[in-house]
């Protein structure tokens, strides 16, 4: 495997060996695609079975939405320790059976009119594995290609969850309205089933950091996984502009999705297509990843990206009139958001996992996520309350002002001044932190 030095150099050529030859990505990417469409289906399917089928309260949909963002905070950080000890296939295949059986068991219980207690248990359990397999996949790919592959392979990765955003929300507000409730579950599961089918096929062997024979309690490995992003100023930057922003857009979510329905009037269908403009956004994002921060330096791609994509939520809160207006410019707001969001995603998911050691891999990514949507839970909760005690429109323009201290956060650390190429293993690491993190 090229050294951190030689991939960085590497970066921005365009003689490197495509991925899509290789069998065994196509197979992790073809997973990653079905797990995501289940993913991002059941985010739109659950919420609206429970507001237009259940009749849910902004209380009730707050409730719902924290079921599901609160494993996260739970699980995250035990995840990463766990993950970077396993099989990333292993823990993939897994988590999509179990998710394919949560969302069966949501199917049987809304037949047999458990209701909303059903869809939590549902929303808790996906979100569960969800953690564990978000976890594993990123990891999995540092395992997979080379240093050097990792802009490719995120482009690729991350451009696949575009896809899933734009089939995702538009096939789950379709099947929720257009079919029953039931039907609309029973489709996210089905795509799980088809990631665990295509990533156990997967045939190489993973080079996994060697186990000891006595190896470290697990708490010890999650002290050593916090201790190494504490102590790395990028990869702290990274988290608290992530918390910032996921707590917030967690709050706007929340609200958005009973501002859709119930101040513009939009149907199911409609709110899908709506959110679903994301995705061709996003598509645009993941390609425009692979070459804006190699061009104009990754600093200045992030700030100004963050900036854009949160900061065009703005003018959600204003729109008004009937359905003919409101549609283009929702789907207008969302490409935006979709376009700027993914090219800060693959930007910084490139710049972590290229600072970060390969047996750090799995708990570097999972405190990065624990820090940055741990407090998730608590902002669904804080928009159903907004949204209830100020009402929908005040509660959206609140909620969306506050994720611009993400771009913010990014403009006032070293983020902003990174250039060209990747940062290597070392950079903006102190010195009394610079020390081997392994498994021994």
Request: glycine residues 12%; proline residues 5%; charged residues 10%.
């Amino acid at each position: 495997m090229p050294s951190a030095s030689s991939a960085v150099s590497d970066i921005g050529r365009t003689d490197l060996p495509s991925l899509w030859r290789d069998g065994d990505f196509r197979r992790l990417w073809v997973g990653q695609t079905a797990s995501q469409l289940g993913e991002h289906g059941s985010l739109v399917v659950l919420p609206l079975i429970a507001v237009l089928t259940l009749d849910a309260d902004a209380d009730q949909l707050g409730v719902l939405r924290a079921a599901g963002q609160a494993p996260i905070l739970l699980l995250a950080l035990f995840v990463g320790a766990w993950v970077d000890r396993w099989r990333t296939r292993t823990v993939m295949v897994l988590a999509d059976l179990g998710r394919a059986l949560a969302l069966g068991g949501a199917v049987a219980g809304l037949l047999g009119g458990l209701g909303l207690p059903a869809l939590l248990l549902a929303a808790f359990a996906v979100g569960s594995l969800s953690v564990f397999f978000d976890v594993a996949y990123q990891a999995s790919l540092v395992r997979l290609v080379t240093r050097n592959q990792l802009v490719q392979g995120n482009s690729a990765l991350e451009g696949s969850r575009s896809a899933a955003q734009i089939g995702g929300p538009a096939l789950g507000g379709a099947l929720v309205s257009l079919l029953s409730a039931p039907i609309a579950a029973a489709c996210s599961a089905l795509f799980f089933a088809l990631s665990f089918l295509s990533i156990r096929r997967i045939r190489r062997r993973e080079s996994i950091p060697e186990r000891s024979k006595r190896p470290p309690r697990v708490w010890r490995r999650i002290h050593e996984g916090l201790r190494f992003v504490v102590g790395h100023t990028l990869l702290r930057t990274m988290g608290l502009a992530s918390a910032a922003f996921q707590f917030s857009f967690a709050a706007m979510m929340t609200v958005y999705l009973l501002f859709l329905p119930r101040e513009l009037h939009l149907s199911g269908t409609a709110v899908g297509l709506a959110l679903a403009a994301t995705g061709p956004g996003a598509l645009l994002g993941s390609l425009l990843a692979a070459r804006l921060p190699s061009r104009f330096g990754y600093g200045v791609v992030l700030v100004s990206a963050a900036a854009l994509g949160d900061g065009v939520l703005l003018c959600v809160p204003v729109l008004h009139g009937p359905s003919a207006v409101t549609i283009p410019a929702l789907v207008a707001v969302n490409f935006v958001f979709g376009t700027f969001g993914q090219l800060v995603n693959v930007t910084v998911m490139a710049v972590r996992q290229a600072v970060t050691p390969d047996g750090m891999q799995g708990r570097v990514a999972a405190t990065i996520t624990f820090v940055g949507m741990g407090l998730t839970p608590f902002g669904s909760l804080l928009g159903g309350f907004l949204a209830g005690e100020w009402g929908v429109r005040t509660s959206l323009l609140v909620t969306a002002g506050g994720m611009m201290l993400s771009p913010v956060l990014m403009a006032l650390s070293p983020l902003a001044r990174l250039g060209r190429a990747l940062p290597d293993i070392g950079q903006a690491r102190p010195a009394v932190l610079n020390c081997p993190f392994n498994d021994g």
